[in-house]
């Protein structure tokens, strides 16, 4: 089965930019997370959908990012404005109900803001 | 207080040694995983083994094996005859359940491979 697609790969921005990344998770996984990786540091969850649901956003900054799932598979997360804190790399993930199979990631998305 | 905690930031083995990368975790759920994940510098994470908090069997998989001590709570991953390939940032996460539904994974900080000749 195809893993889940992630793009683009790298982002160079200046800082008060806008960025949009992509994520197509492994069909039938109804599950999707969105985490962030700073370097050095293990990945921190920023959103959860569960479908096309919100099941926890808790620690989105929802001053600057937002992510939507559209009918429940493609998701984008967003930033905007970008700031240097942002620099990191974005992982996508997807899962079936059985969890023990474990979560699938896609390759991520470095971002650096300049 | 820490949900998982890596209390190796690096490791080195000589290859075709064992070696044993600790985690040790904090929740009050009886029912939770254990997951392990192995991330090379290529940035992808890759899944490597499982364990239930009510599988009674350590889980294996290859040469990976999770010695998971439960009163302890502690879930330790085991990588037998290292290989250079093994060289690369180890996660530890657990999986719990959400209170309306669902479950959460959260990661430790990580521990660095680095398996030498």
């Known amino acids: 089965e195809a893993g889940v697609a992630q793009s683009p790969r790298y982002k160079i921005i200046e800082k008060r930019q806008s960025v949009a990344f992509w994520c197509n998770p492994i069909?039938?996984?109804?599950?999707l997370y969105w985490y962030q990786q700073i370097l050095g540091q293990g990945p921190k969850l920023l959103i959860q959908?569960?479908?096309?649901?919100?099941?926890?956003d808790s620690q989105l900054p929802k001053d600057r990012f937002s992510a939507e799932r559209l009918k429940g598979v493609d998701s984008t997360l967003k930033i905007q404005p970008a700031k240097l804190e942002d620099s990191a790399v974005y992982l996508c993930?997807?899962?079936?109900?059985?969890?023990?199979?474990?979560?699938?990631f896609g390759s991520g998305t470095r971002l650096t803001v300049v | 207080a820490q949900k998982i905690t890596q209390t190796q930031p690096g490791m080195f083995v000589q290859e075709k040694e064992a070696v044993t990368l600790d985690c040790t975790y904090d929740t009050s759920d009886q029912s939770y995983g254990l997951f392990w994940y192995k991330q090379p510098s290529s940035g992808e994470m890759i899944f490597l083994i499982y364990q239930g908090s009510y599988d009674e069997q350590n889980a294996t998989e290859g040469r990976y094996s999770l010695n998971f001590q439960k009163a302890r709570k502690s879930a330790n991953l085991v990588i037998s005859a290292s290989q250079l390939g093994d060289s690369a940032m180890y996660f530890c996460a657990m999986r719990e359940p959400r209170p309306g539904g669902g479950n959460k994974l959260t990661f430790g900080t990580g521990t660095q491979l680095k398996v030498e000749l």
């Open positions: 959908f569960q479908n096309n649901g919100v099941v926890d």
């Open positions: 993930a997807s899962s079936l109900e059985d969890w023990s199979y474990g979560y699938t």
């Open positions: 069909s039938g996984h109804a599950t």
